[in-house]
T-cell receptor, first 113, second 115 residues
Framework: DSGVTQTPKHLITATGQRVTLRCSPR?????VYWYQQSLDQGLQFLIQ???????AKGNILERFSAQQFPDLHSELNLSSLELGDSALYFC????????????FGPGTRLTVL | AQKVTQAQTEISVVEKEDVTLDCVYE???????LFWYKQPPSGELVFLIR??????QNEISGRYSWNFQKSTSSFNFTITASQVVDSAVYFC????????????FGTGTRLTIIP
């Protein structure tokens, strides 16, 4: 158990819908990262927050957004869902900088029908 | 740009055999960090090891060992006396410098240990 929690574990929804994925980092960790794992793209970095502020963006679609709240938990919002958004979404956290080890949560498996 | 190559897509070995998973990385940065993560069938990503670019010492942890060679830009992972519980997908990853926030992952190697 990494100490990073993600909810829900599974999510099934329809095209065009909007969903919110939630992540709670390990106690004391200030940085939260989101990654997407799909069969065709592999593991890809989406976005990072540090202590409530966006720090870096990767291959994140405009339909996707995220935020980190004062209690340091983070949410990833996915809207206008398409079939291709079906993937495993991971949250990771680290104490401070990216050179610190990132510990991953169990992931949320999103299925868009 | 950074790149991590795991040329072995799938490997199968019989239990108790040794197996080495290859990882080759590309970066122009002189400061970087290398990682190995394990993804068992249950799906979570489990951290195994982190190495920085200034430390080329090999690492051994139980049945696991890692060989970091800057001259060949490789960070290979060996499992000795493999066990069925080692069956998983293994990912090598790279982060560079200070202030670069992402992990760049390889495509992973699926390891199957045959009982």
């Amino acid at each position: 158990d990494s100490g990073v929690t993600q909810t829900p574990k599974h999510l099934i929804t329809a095209t065009g819908q909007r969903v919110t994925l939630r992540c709670s980092p390990r106690s004391g960790d200030l940085s939260v990262y989101w990654y997407q794992q799909s069969l065709d793209q592999g593991l890809q970095f989406l976005i990072q927050y540090y202590n409530g502020e966006e720090r870096a963006k990767g291959n994140i679609l405009e339909r996707f957004s995220a935020q980190q709240f004062p209690d340091l938990h983070s949410e990833l919002n996915l809207s206008s869902l398409e079939l291709g958004d079906s993937a495993l979404y991971f949250c990771a956290s680290s104490v401070r900088e990216p050179t610190d080890t990132q510990y991953f949560g169990p992931g949320t498996r999103l299925t868009v029908l | 740009a950074q790149k991590v190559t795991q040329a072995q897509t799938e490997i199968s070995v019989v239990e108790k055999e040794d197996v080495t998973l290859d990882c080759v990385y590309e970066t122009r940065d002189t400061t970087y960090y290398l990682f190995w993560y394990k993804q068992p069938p249950s799906g979570e990503l489990v951290f195994l090891i982190r190495r920085n670019s200034f430390d080329e010492q090999n690492e051994i942890s139980g049945r696991y060992s890692w060989n970091f060679q800057k001259s060949t830009s490789s960070f290979n992972f060996t499992i000795t006396a493999s066990q069925v519980v080692d069956s998983a997908v293994y990912f090598c990853a790279l982060s560079v410098g200070f202030g670069n926030e992402k992990l760049t992952f390889g495509t992973g190697t699926r390891l199957t240990i045959i009982p």
